[in-house]
C-alpha cells in the first residue's frame, strides 16, 4: 500500500545509457504537489478503562483532549473517531461497541472536541474491574460488527491509530495467539506501507513501572504496570506517557505529533546523497532538525518532519536530491 505518491524522472536517463551515452547521474525529485496531498486519513479508537478507579484519571483525559483534536484538525486530517470501553462483562458489559450516537465522530462534526469530551464522559465508571481492552477492540474492528453497527468507520487506505488509557494490564482472555496474534490481525486487516511500517500504531497512557511513584491502587502502593498495552505500543512504534499527570496535555500532544509523524513520512524512491537533499513546503526550504525540520532515517529511506516543520495536508511538498549511486 502507498502512502504517498513519488515522481522519478529517470526515462531519459535510462534511454541515453541504453545507447552508450555518459553524462552525469541527474537530481531526483520527489515532487508532491498542492493537488497531490499526503494521505491524510486517520481512523482513530479510544480505548477507555472505565472501571471504578478510573474516574478522576479519566476526568484528567477528557480535559486533555482539546489539544489532541484541535491540532489534528489545524493539520487538515480527515478523522474518523470512535470511543470503546474495556468493560466486557460485569453490570455493565457495553465493551465491544462503539459508544454514542453516531456511533463514530468526524472531521465534520460540529465542534468536535467537545463532542468527543462528552463521548468519553458518558462510559462512567461502573465498568467491570476486569479490564478487557483488546477484546473489546477485536469485537468492533472484526468484520461482523464492522458490516454492521461499525460499518462506514474504518477505510481501506486511512492510517488506524489506537489510544488506550487504563491504570491496570490487559486481561482480554480471547487473544488467539498472544499479542503476536492479535498484532497480526491488525497486520492482515490495515497491511504496510511502501518502507515496511505498519499502517496502523497503538500508544498507551497509563501505569509504566513496577516501582515507580505512579500506582494503580495508591492508598496500598500496588502497581500494575499494563505490559500487554506497552509491547504492542512497541510493536507498532507507538508511545507510552504516565496516567499520573494531573495534566496529560502533554502526552495528547506527544501522542499527536507521533500520528503526524507517520503519515508525513516521505518514503523516498532512491537512497539519497544526503548533502544534495532539499525540504521544501509551500516553496519555502526546511531545515535540517529532528526538532523543528526535518531528518532522514536510513533504514527506512524516508524524510521525517518534525514539530512545528509537520505539514498540514494542504501543503505542497518537494523533496530534491541526487541519489547516492550516481557518485
Known sequence: MFRKITLIALAAFTAACNQGYEFDFPEQSNNFPSNVIYNNKVDVVFVVDNSSMMDQANESWRNSLPTLVNAMLKQKLDLHIAVITTSMGG??????RFMGSPRYLTSQTPNLANALVQRVAAVGNDGSDLERGLDSLAQVLGNGYQNGE????LRDDALL??????????KSSNLSGGLTGFSNFLDGLKGFYDDGSRRW????????SLTGSCSTLPDIGY???????????AMSQGLTASICSGDLSSAAATIRARIAQIITDFYLSKKPDLDTLVVLVNGVSVPRSNVDGWDYDPVRNVVRFYGSAIPSADSAIRIDFKPAEAN
Do not use: C, H, K, Y
Not at 165 to 170: F, G, I, K
Not at 224 to 230: A, I, L, N, Q
Open 91 to 96: 453490570s455493565n458489559p457495553n465493551g465491544g
Open 150 to 153: 461499525g460499518q462506514g468507520f
Open 201 to 208: 500504531n497503538l500508544s498507551f497512557v497509563g501505569i509504566l
Open 223 to 233: 502497581n500494575e504496570p499494563g505490559v500487554r498495552w506497552m509491547n504492542l505500543a
Open 161 to 170: 491509530s489506537i489510544i488506550a488509557m487504563s491504570t491496570e494490564d490487559d
